[in-house]
Structures are given as C-alpha cells and as structure tokens.
C-alpha cells in the first residue's frame, strides 16, 4: 500500500518538508532548479522545463551508450536516524527513445558516482548508504528496489514492471525504529516490498535522480512531476 505523510507535516516544527512541483525555476541548469547539483559527464543532453500546467522537469541524457544525467540536493539533508521517520514521494515517466533500453533511479543516496549507478545493467553502486527505487536491466521495464548500508545490500528483484510513457510513483519510506519500505506504482496499481532491516545510523544522504542511456545510443528523458520528501525533525 502507497504511504500517508504524516496530517501534521506542515508543521515545521516537527517536519522538515522538501516538495518541487519544478514551476519556479531560474531556469533549466541543473543549479538554479531549487539548488540541485547536477550529476552527469559534461558531455549529456539538454534539461529542459515544459510548458505544462502541473510543471514538469526533463532530464536528458546525450545519443551515447552509458551516459548519465541526472539532479541531487546540493547538501546532504536526509538521515535515516533513529526515532526520524521519513516520507519520500516521486512521479515521473520516461518514454523510452529505444524500448526497454533507458536505466532510471529515484532515491537517496550518500555516494553519487557515475550519477548513484553503474554501466550497462550493473544496477546502483556496489557500496553506497541510501535507498532507491530503479528499472534496469536494458531488455526490460524491471523495476527493483534496493536498500544500501555501505556494502551490505538488500535487494529486491522484479518489484513489478514499468509502463512507458505513463506517470509512474515511487515512495520510501523509513519508519525510524529499524525498517525500510519501497513502493511502485505503474499508473494502475501499487506494489510494495516488505519491511527491510535497516540499522539507524548517521550517514546524511542526497536526494537525486537520474536517467541513462542504453546500448542502442539514443538520447533517453527522464520527466519529473514533482520530488517530495517529509522527515520528521
């Protein structure tokens, strides 16, 4: 079941409350979108802002296999702290420019080499604290979900299948006393992992995601609706 934020998280003196609908912009440079750093080889594709009522965001890769763009938070805002629960809430589509090949990921995470993932159908990094929801491998729309203390990861395969060129959502949500749950919906239904044993630590985390291109080479957009994250303070 998709999580509730907590009635009262308006309330900032109990919630911290993160929430880009990207209709604000200075303009389209990584950067000057809410103060994102952008997370990419220099070398990819344009992001653009649409014209639309709800505000969207595109992040575009470069026509090369393997090249990465995405956006994280400037600082490290996020822990998954003992007694902090923690919301987080995306949607989002990709329309792939050739099937099934695009690798995408929506998460936290305190590493963001290469964008938080790997060439080809390695999936996130092999070390890294955080949590993510991601489709790989470049044959399919598999969605999984991991959860990384460092090297000791939990990984759930084939949550569920993606559908292209449909608002997607993903959520995770910590729950501050030692479980992780990671959510997906598809434009029709929801699905969820069970709760993943997660030890409280200190480790601060970004919020980021990004979008990579397949072998085929074409030029891969990722669109944000809005990133949403609520932790308790």
Not at 118 to 136: E, H, I, N, Q
Request: proline residues 4%; hydrophobic residues 40%.
């Amino acid at each position: 079941m998709p999580i509730s934020f907590p009635a009262q998280f308006h309330d900032p003196e109990q919630y911290v409350h993160f929430l880009d609908d990207f209709m604000n912009p200075a303009s389209a440079t990584a950067s000057d979108v809410q103060a994102y750093t952008g997370m990419n080889d220099g070398a990819t594709g344009t992001n653009a802002f649409q014209d639309v009522q709800s505000g969207v965001y595109n992040i575009v890769t470069a026509a090369a296999d393997n090249d990465y763009n995405g956006i994280r938070t400037v600082a490290k805002n996020y822990v998954f702290a003992s007694g902090k629960p923690l919301w987080l809430d995306a949607k989002f589509r990709c329309a792939e420019a050739t099937t099934s090949e695009s690798t995408w990921w929506i998460g936290l995470s305190d590493t963001v080499t290469t964008g938080g993932m790997r060439s080809d159908t390695s999936g996130p990094l092999a070390s890294y604290t955080g949590a993510m929801v991601y489709k790989t491998p470049e044959t399919a729309l598999t969605v999984n979900a991991q959860v990384s203390a460092a090297a000791v990861q939990s990984t759930i395969s084939s949550i569920a299948t993606a559908v292209t060129n449909t608002w997607n959502r993903i959520q995770i949500y910590w729950d501050g006393a030692g479980y992780i749950t990671l959510h997906f919906y598809n434009g029709t239904s929801w699905v969820s992992t069970s709760p993943i044993p997660f030890t409280a630590g200190t480790t601060a985390m970004y919020l980021i995601a990004g979008i990579k291109a397949g072998p085929t080479a074409a030029a891969e957009t990722l669109q944000l609706d809005y990133l949403r994250v609520c932790q308790t303070r």
